[in-house]
Each structure stands twice: as C-alpha cells, then as structure tokens.
C-alpha cells in the first residue's frame, strides 16, 4: 500500500493546471477583462470589474473551464438601473451568451472554450450590508486571495478533487454539498488536505469553525464555518448531514487506506433490464414509479420541490399503510418518484378505532355511525368502540391512481405536472426505466457510502 | 317500545326463584348445614358452620345452583390443621365429593342436585385481619344481610341477570367482570338496577365509591369500591377495563331501548366451514393459528397464562413485521393461540440502521461487518449507515415453525403444551376449527359490544 504522502502528491500532480492550460486560462481572462473594461468605458456610471471564483486564485482544477467575471455598481444606482447596466455589459462581452437568473439577471457566455459568467452586483462596504448574496463574493475573492499561500491553494485543489471524486463538491440544492469557499476555508484552518481529512475524520456534529472568530449568531447546521467576511453566515448551510457523513466515511477510508483512485472520479455504473429484473427478485420488494415530464425549473429550484414531493406522496403511501424500504426521484428529460414499497397490496379492512366508551357523546355518536353499516363490529376493546371496515384502497397502485394522489403535499410545478398526466410502473414495469434511468437504476440497486 | 319500568317488573317476575324452587333449596341448605353441623361435633375443636354466598342471602337467581357453606375454625389451629379438618368435614358431608383448589383445599360435591362447596377458614374479629381471601367472605355475607332489604335483594337479581346477558358477571380471571358482592354493592350504593344502570351510563372511570367512607389506600383500577368490611381492599380489583366500558354501553342501550331480551342469554352463535371460508376471503387477511393440548391448569391460573403467551408471541410476530389485525385465544380440550395477520409475507430483504457515521468506533465496527456481506450498501441515510440485509423469516409460518418461536415471551404452561408440539394453522386451514371452536369463531367474526 503506497504512503498518505506518496498517494497525496501524485494527486498534486495530477489536479495542477499545466503550464498550457494556465496561459490558455490567462489570455481568456485577460480578453474578457478587457472586454468588460471597455465597456463599462460606455455606461454612464462608474463600475469595477473584478475576477472571482477558483480560476482568479489558484485553486482551480486542470478540468475547470469556469471564468467567472462581477462587475460592482455603486449602491446609489437602483436595482433596476443594476440590471440593465448588468445585461447591457454581458451582451457586449458576451456577444452569443444568454440571460440566466440566479439572484438577479446576468449573461454566460464562452471566450476561447471558457465558460464565463458576467455577473452584476453592488460595491458595499462589507459583507454584512449587501443587498443581495452576490454583493458578498467580492469579499471572499479578497479574503481568500489574501490568505491562501500557492501551497496552500494546491492543498485546496487536491481537497477539491477528493470531494468530486466522492460526490459531495458543490452548493447547489442538488447536491447539498461543499462550495469551493468552504474548501478553501478549511484548508486555511486546518492547513493542509490531510489535516483536513484527519480532523474530519473524529468530527461530532454539530462542528463550528469560526476562522475569524466574530461569530454572532448560532445555527442548528451540522456543519458551521462562521464566514470571515460576514459574522452572521454559516459557510455550510447547504451542506447536508448526509454529505458531511459521507465525507468522514470517505475521509477515514483514505487515510487507513490511501489510493490515487480515492481521488478520482469514477466512470458511473449502468443497469440493464435484465439485471434490474433480477435485483427485484431478490429483494422481493414491490416498486412503484410515477414519471411525467420533468417542469422547467432550474435547477436550485426543481431540486428542493422534488424532494419536497417525493417525501409528501412517501408519506400519503404510509399513511395508507404501504411502507417503503426505500424512495429516491431521478430527472432528466422525464422524472421519476421511486418508491419500493415492502408489499403492494393490503388485506379488504383495516382497523378504525373510535373514542372510549365513557365520552358518552362522541361515543355514542361513533356507535350510531357504525352499528347499521357494512363493517365489523362495533365491539369493545380495553375501554373503546373499535370497527373494521373496507380499506379504501388495498393496492398502492390504485392509491397512486386516485384522485387522493394529491391530498399528499406536493410542491407547486410537480403538482401541476403531475396534473398534466404522468405514467405508473409498478413490479418489473419499471425495467422500462432502464433506458432514460440506467445510471439512477444502477446506483439505487448498488448502493454505496 | 315498552317502558323500562314494564321491562323491569317483567324481569323481576322472571328472576324471583318460584315457591317451590326456594323449598328446594332451602331443604337442600338444611341438611347440609345439619350434616356439618354433625361433622363439627366429631372434631377435638370449636367450629362454626355458615352459609355464604347469594344462596344465604335473597340475591340468588332461579337458575342457580350453589350453595356455599364456610366453616370457621378458631386462629389458634395450625394452617395443616384447618386443612385436614377442612377436609375431613368436606368428605364427611359431601362422601363423593372431590377436592378442589383455590386458597386453600375445600371440598365440592353435590346435596339433592345443588352443587355444595365446602370451605374451611379462620374465624377473624375483622376483616382486616384475615389470613387468606376466603376468610373475608363471611364478613361479607354478614354486611350485606344486614343492608339488603328483600326489595334490594331482587334489585340485585335483575342486575346480576342483565350482568350475565352481557357476559359480564363473574370474577374469576377468565371474565374478569363483576363479582356478586360487587353487584350487592353496587344496587345499595344506588338503591335499584335502574339506577346503577343510569349511573354506569355516565360514569368517567376512574370511579372511586367508598360506602364506609373508610377507603386507605388509592387503587389505579378504573372502577374502585371500597370493601365496607375491609378499607384497603377494592371489591372490583379484577373488574377489566374493556368489561367495565361493556356495562357502559349495554346500560345505555337499554335505558334508551328497553327490552325483556337485553336481560335474556342467547343461545351462541356458532359458524360453518364455508360460512369461515367466506368470511376470510372477504376481510383479505391472513390468519394463522397455533393449536396445543390444554395444559391441565385451574381457570384462574389457565387464562393469564394464555393471555400473556397470546400477548407474547403476538409481540414477536411484530417485532418481525408481521402486524396483526386482531388476536383471540379459544380454549376448550385444545387450546388455539389466533392471529389474524394483514398480509402473510414480506420482502426478502429489510432495513437494518447503523450507528451515526461520527461515533467512530461503533460506525467503523459496522461497517467493516457489512462491507464484505451479501448485503444491499452499507450506505448513508442522514448521517447514518444504512444496509438492506437478508429478512430472517420472509413467512410468518416460517417464524412460527421456527425455534424463534420461544423467544417470546411466554408463560411457563404454555410454553411446555409448544414445545410438546402444536398444530400451525394458515389462511384456510383454519376452517378446520370449526369443528371444535364454532362458538368462538362465530364470535370472533361477528364481533359485537
């Protein structure tokens, strides 16, 4: 077995931009910052430019192709003047980009095969009076740039890519895990990759960092790296227990175990019909899929509705007595609710167990409801009315067919999608799904930490 | 609809032993006194013979057929002593007589078609001081001589007749509902039947009465009387909940529909093969049921068991998913432990939850023991490992047949009458019950309050 060291700078190696990419980087940068100069040369404000993100410090991986561009406005100019100013620059740079929204309007486009965003915001003071989250990124380029020795940014590229290797690198709400800042931000308190992955390794959440120590405000976050450049901002909000797990699981694994291959991004597996077939067999459990055409969020917004709904008809199929042994969605194109249910059918009645017999009213009122109608009972057991009458519905499937499919919570556009129409796969119909879903497939029926 | 007052009188007529039925017995209760009487003499100590029970006093129902006679031997005598005294007495009187068992030993037997139980016991200056229960049943009968007027003595019969129609009456641990000096007490602390009943009606349990106002000690049983003859004892301590909640129901009823047949016993229904079959195939459940040989037990040890050996296996069966929609046991020559089951079957696999991924050293243990297994993972759910592992028993007749079996919780009887050997019944086997539990399965499938 190699050595942590030998395996940690063969990586080193690997993750540092070559001498080609780094001038390739340069002059794009270099031609986009002119670009944008000169344009806002035009507007009849004052505005800065200012390259952000990993690629303006030395933390980007060889495979990054993102150069990312903020262009701050003073704050007397109205958010709406911030937005035409924004866009008018993004076009003139950007002459093929497009409009994309995250906290306001900015334009992405490439220069020379990089993607590069152009992104408005405002010149404040300090992180703590922004307007918007965008207002902030600024300051952590300076704080980082500031901080970050070039080995230290090489530690940061290596704890970057054990993170992609292991599924757990980037905010969005997809993924729920490590921002680059945060990356760099342990790297800076701990010092290095593998004091990192040491440290992580005997971590009993709730774990707060807080590098400048002027934390104001508590979190319930497992994970809370106080943001040096603003008090009141957990670093890690996003980030889920479940990928803060998964990163000490696989932070322990590599230390008692170092590979190059620990580091690396591995090829995804696929199922085919026939194995999924047999998987099913063998877990003799019943699936169920719904699958409709996935709404057109993006995709910080999709992510948190699906999950949303996904749990809400979970709990709708409980409620009804269907237990699942596991759910997960999956989107593409079509997206899919996945719910493997223990048994797929429920016997004719089920138990309804009414109010103790000495609250005479309600009692009385349960009695006279049951005692003419198509159920067992109503009989006493220890001081209550209890009946058994028709479940209403004995197969999940028919559940899911229903009108009752939507007292479940749903989040809006998967409600209205839903609406719509959607197909439901049941038993080994859902073999079908192999050919949009195989990689999704492939990991739900071999899952790993 | 007649009146309750005409259904009432009705009922007294009914109840009230005729002329010739209270000859009978009163020369039955004669001679059987005379003859103890004789017996006493023969012995080198002071007795004294009394008739107890609702034969000695005017509370007794035509039907009945029990007279009870205690005799008193003075504290001095030894426990042996008053046994084989006991016993002496008890062959004397009764020659083909047999011994029986509560307390102590005594002797039952029969005297011109009544059945005659002869009981030895201490004459005590209180209630309060007694050595064994049955030393306390004379007092008893003296309190209520004293208190009942012939008027509250019939009151007492109807009460007690409509206590039997609703299968409540009768304090041994098989019914678990209300004793004869309970009922005595009840229609002197209210004055009649339809006033206890008006009472009952509206009582919220827990009920505390205390006619001596006396009461020492509190009780959490939900219906409390006080002993008039014994300030720490509650007459209706082995009163159930569910039996009490039945006289709350039943005395509604009738107040709002009275009717002679609420105070009359029906005959059992009883249920065929086919009616069986019908009825499971309807309710889409799935029974199973053990059948043994009866332990040679009395009653009032036999029932407990039973029901804490039903309770127990019906706990493991849910400890292995297997829910249950109703359980019952049915006793007779056989005994049969029912589970009706909502679904006979589960999936191959389960759920089987880690420890929390940063509790180390319990989170490594687990891991390393499912990494290599033939297990679905081990996978992280929230922060928590998470395998999907082989369920032991996908069938609950699997569970059943298996030695798992006596992991239950079981009582000592019981568990000796399974491991001789049982029976297992599923799903439409147990039609063939009905050829000796037609009673009980009639019952069990047309539950009724």
């Known amino acids: 077995m190699p050595s942590l060291e030998a395996v940690l700078e063969q990586v080193r190696e690997r993750v540092t931009p070559r001498q080609a990419d780094i001038e390739r980087l340069e002059s794009a ?9 000169a344009a806002i040369e035009d507007l009849p404000v004052e505005a800065e430019a200012l390259q952000v993100g990993s690629t303006a410090r030395e933390t980007w991986l060889a495979s990054d192709r993102d150069i990312d561009i903020f262009v701050r406005f003073p704050r007397e100019l109205s958010r709406a003047q911030l937005e035409e100013y924004g866009l008018d620059i993004g076009y003139t740079v ?11 309007p900015y334009v992405t486009g490439t220069v020379d095969g990089f993607d590069v965003d152009l992104v408005p915001c ?9 307007e918007s989250p965008v207002d902030r990124t600024p300051f952590h380029a300076e704080y980082v740039t500031e901080h970050l020795t070039p080995e230290l940014a090489t530690e940061v590229r290596v704890f970057k890519q054990f993170t992609k290797a292991i599924g757990v690198y980037g905010s969005n709400l997809r993924t729920r895990g490590f921002s680059g800042y945060l990356l760099e931000l342990l790297v800076l308190e701990y010092g290095s990759t593998r004091a990192v992955l040491e440290a992580a390794s005997d971590w009993h959440p709730q774990v707060v960092l807080d590098p400048n120590d002027h934390g104001e405000v508590t979190f319930d976050d497992p994970l809370v790296v106080i943001d040096p450049t603003d008090p009141q901002r957990n670093v890690a909000a996003v980030l889920s227990g479940e990928n803060l797990a998964r990163l000490q699981h696989h932070a322990r694994d590599v230390l008692q175990h170092p590979t190059v291959d620990a580091f690396m991004i591995d090829t995804p597996d696929t199922i085919d019909a026939d194995t999924l077939e047999s998987k099913i067999t063998a877990r003799g459990t019943s699936p169920v899929a719904l699958v409709f055409e996935t709404p057109d969020l993006v995709d910080d917004d999709l992510h948190p509705q699906l999950q949303k709904s996904l749990d809400g008809i979970g709990a709708l199929l409980e409620r009804h007595d269907f ?7 999956f989107t593409d194109n079509r997206t899919v609710l996945f719910y493997e249910l223990e048994v797929p059918n429920r016997p004719a009645v089920e138990r309804h167990r009414g109010p103790p017999v000495h609250v005479r009213s309600h009692a009385e009122e349960f009695f006279d409801t049951y005692v003419d109608a198509d159920v067992f009972g109503p009989f006493i057991e220890h001081d209550r009315y209890v009946v058994e009458r028709d479940r209403e519905f004995r197969a999940a499937t028919a559940l899911l067919e229903s009108e009752t499919l939507f007292d479940a919570r749903l989040a809006p556009a998967i409600e209205a999608a839903l609406e719509t129409g959607f197909e439901l796969l049941a038993g080994q119909e859902i073999t079908a799904l192999t050919t949009e879903f195989d990689e999704d497939l492939a990991r739900y029926f071999d899952p790993g930490p």
Not at 94 to 104: F, I, M, S, V, W
């Open 122 to 130: 405002y010149a404040v003071a300090n992180a703590a009076d922004i």
């Open 94 to 104: 950007l002459p093929d980009g497009r409009e994309e929204y995250a906290e306001h």
């Open 323 to 329: 237990d699942t042994i596991r759910t997960a969605y």
């Open 29 to 37: 940068v270099e031609k986009t910052m002119e670009r944008t100069e």
